[in-house]
């Protein structure tokens, strides 16, 4: 009978061959196929299927209550040490969880808040008075372009997100030409290589393949902070 070392093992081997299935067609690294996955989109980059982007009928779900205990959003929100001068662009915003939670701690600088989903933007916009967050500026972004001032963001916090971006070697281009030369990504997915994590393998990622898709558009590693109960917590700077 296989111990459960040697059963986590062969899942975590299982899972890098997944991450590398499918070979992508040319230098772009896309490639489109049949979805493997019926969560999937039918695109794939660098060898990773893309998935469906959760619409904002899934507001609630961003809200619920246990969320800080369950994702320890309190850690991360500390392990990112931002300076209260720092412009953060939230790529993904959503509700504003974190946008609205970081406004406190830039109180001189602001939050860029990105969503491609209008509804979202105006969600964001309703809410800013209620969160005394007048330093959250809404941002309605396209999945190619998160429509970010160039050479301005000192840190990008992508959540749970860029896994379903639609063109993520376009997005992260843009993304990188929006920081500052000392400007750091914060990349947080959900740890694919534990099996103990009860998420949906499509939204779930590497660290060996986040770092793949980071360093094809010129972004270099700095750190995986192993903080979080069930995620990765990745950050990158300008190469």
């Known amino acids: ?14 899972v890098e061959q997944a991450d590398q299935a499918e070979a992508p067609a040319d230098t772009s690294g896309y490639r489109s ?17 893309i998935a469906h982007v959760m619409g ?10 246990d969320r800080q205990e369950e994702e320890r959003t309190d850690v991360l929100l500390r392990e990112l040490k931002l300076k209260p001068t720092d412009v953060v662009a939230d790529i993904g915003a959503g509700t504003g969880y974190f946008s609205f939670r970081i406004s406190p701690l830039v109180p ?7 969503d491609i989903q209008p509804e979202m933007i105006k969600y964001l916009s309703d809410h800013k008075a209620t969160n005394k967050a007048q330093n959250v500026q809404p941002i309605l972004g396209t999945v190619q372009n998160p429509n970010l001032p160039v050479g ?4 990008v916090l992508i959540v749970d ?6 063109h993520p070697r376009e997005m992260m281009r843009a993304i990188r030409n929006s920081l500052r030369p000392s400007g750091r990504v914060a990349l947080v997915e959900y740890r694919g290589e534990d099996p103990n994590v009860p998420i949906k393998r499509i939204h779930k990622m590497t660290e060996a393949q986040a770092r793949k898709e980071m360093e094809a558009i010129g972004m270099v590693f700095v750190e ?7 995620q990765h917590l990745l950050i990158f700077r300008k190469s």
């Open 108 to 114: 001189q600088g602001k939050v860029l808040a990105v």
């Open 56 to 65: 904002h009928e899934g507001a609630e779900w961003l809200e619920r209550g």
């Open 224 to 230: 995986n902070i192993k903080s979080l109960p069930q």
């Open 152 to 155: 301005s963001v000192d840190m």
């Open 33 to 49: 196929a049949p979805p493997q996955d019926p969560n999937g989109i039918g695109k794939y980059y660098q060898g990773r299927q």
């Open 161 to 166: 997100a860029y896994h379903e971006f639609d």
């Open 1 to 14: 009978m296989e111990s459960s070392a040697d059963m986590v093992a062969e899942h975590r081997v299982s």
